[in-house]
């Protein structure tokens, strides 16, 4: 591993020796992929998440949506989604968007259930998010509420990885041309229906793997080329 790799996995034991035992300590048992090895030799994981909100101080997760990337392949058997319990009515102009009721949401799984299979798909592997911002927050949140301690993790933008190449092209943009949908379009990757965490996941999988196609030459490409 190079320095940065180890670096990288010194962070993650001194979390390791940290966390208190259950889920979150297991998944830092993991270690971390070296962001020098080639992507394609490094499993991933494309993650979604639909909310109440955009604030994980106080808005909570609806769902969570995942599905494991190995190599250039998307293994669908591995696709998993998790309505959550909440503890509030869903407020009315989310509930529009993610098609969530409360009556669904009443049904769903306890939020710890949900994170603890969670963390054990995402142990040993690279987070792939749209907007990762989004992900990295609530995620963070949730183990912080659940294990008092946060969550570390590496990451692919698929949101950053088009934004860079459209700036290096000097390509002029809107915030709209940086949607998941609209990016798939580019690359004429199929269309799913907006907004539930399982389709938008298998969306951010295949752009991810639509954008690493285009930077492959044919040679090496290390992992970090993509990280953010």
């Given at each position: 591993?190079?320095l940065?790799a180890?670096a990288?996995?010194?962070?993650?034991r001194?979390?390791?020796?940290r966390?208190?035992?259950?889920?979150?300590?297991?998944?830092?048992?993991?270690p971390?992929?070296?962001p020098?090895r080639?992507y394609?030799?490094?499993?991933?994981?494309?993650?979604?998440?639909?909310?109440?909100?955009?604030?994980?101080r106080?808005?909570?997760?609806?769902?969570?949506?995942y599905?494991?990337?190995?190599?250039?392949?998307?293994d669908?058997?591995?696709?998993?989604h998790?309505?959550?319990?909440?503890?509030?009515?869903?407020p009315?102009?989310?509930?529009?968007?993610?098609?969530?009721?409360?009556?669904q949401?009443?049904?769903?799984?306890?939020?710890?259930?949900?994170?603890?299979?969670?963390?054990a798909?995402?142990?040993?592997r690279?987070?792939?998010?749209?907007?990762?911002?989004?992900?990295?927050?609530?995620?963070?949140?949730a183990c912080?509420?659940?294990?008092?301690?946060?969550?570390?993790?590496?990451v692919?933008?698929?949101?950053?990885?088009?934004?860079r190449r459209?700036?290096r092209?000097?390509?002029?943009?809107?915030?709209g041309?940086?949607?998941?949908?609209?990016?798939?379009?580019?690359?004429?990757?199929?269309?799913?229906?907006?907004?539930?965490?399982?389709?938008?996941?298998?969306?951010?999988?295949?752009?991810?793997?639509?954008?690493?196609a285009?930077?492959d030459?044919g040679?090496?490409?290390p992992?970090?080329?993509?990280?953010?």
């Open positions: 591993m190079g940065s180890l990288l996995d010194w962070r993650r001194l979390r390791l020796r966390a208190p035992p259950g889920p979150l300590r297991d998944y830092f048992a993991a971390f992929p070296d020098g080639d394609r030799e490094v499993e991933l994981l494309a993650v979604d998440l639909e909310t109440t909100g955009f604030d994980p106080q808005d909570q997760i609806l769902s969570i949506g599905v494991c990337v190995r190599g250039p392949c998307i669908l058997s591995s696709a998993r998790h309505t959550i319990r909440i503890d509030r009515a869903i009315e102009a989310s509930a529009v968007i993610h098609q969530i009721t409360d009556d949401a009443a049904g769903g799984e306890d939020l710890a259930d949900a994170m603890q299979t969670f963390l798909a995402l142990a040993g690279v987070m792939i998010a749209h907007y990762a911002h989004v992900e990295r927050g609530f995620l963070n949140a912080q509420r659940l294990y008092g301690r946060g969550l570390m993790t590496l692919v933008d698929t949101l950053l990885l088009a934004q459209l700036e092209r000097d390509v002029p943009y809107s915030p041309d940086l949607r998941l949908h609209a990016l798939g379009a580019r690359y004429n990757l199929p269309r799913y229906g907006a907004h539930n965490a399982l389709s938008d996941a298998l969306a951010a999988a295949e752009l991810f793997l639509a954008q690493a285009h930077h030459d040679r090496r490409l992992l970090r080329t993509f990280l953010c």
